[in-house]
């Protein structure tokens, strides 16, 4: 996915605020799931939630960059996601994050249904 950095996404520097690479990383992630029409949450009556983030800033985005949000999983429990995001200007590493995602449902850890770990499957 990418995304062209506003003004509103940096600080007085025009350098992107920390926690903006987060937030760019969860946008890349749901439009992955609404590209495929992935109905997730509501076929599953579940949601994900993020339990642990491994953050790595490596170069500033500025204002006015594009840069680009890389997805890939890792691995897929029956209770969890391990995804490893990157985020690129050009060619140019600036962002790594490895993160864990728990499946919740009725407010717990929950295992994830065989066709929702098969759907991740299809589309990673």
Known sequence: MKIRIYYEDTDAGGVVYHSNYLKFC??????????????V???FKG???????????????????????KTKILEIKHTFLEILQTIYK?????????????????NKVSRMHTHLKKLFEELF
């Not at 969860?26 to 109905?39: C, G, M, N, Y």
């Not at 983030?53 to 949000?69: M, Q, R, S, T, W």
């Open 26 to 39: 969860e946008r890349a992630r749901s439009e992955i799931l609404f590209a495929k029409k992935a109905d």
């Open 41 to 43: 949450f509501d076929a």
């Open 47 to 69: 949601h994900f939630l993020l339990t642990k983030a491994d953050c790595n800033f490596i170069k500033p985005a500025k204002l006015g960059d594009i840069i680009e949000v």
């Open 90 to 106: 050009d060619e140019i590493l600036l962002f790594r994050m490895k993160l864990t995602l728990a499946y919740i449902k009725n």
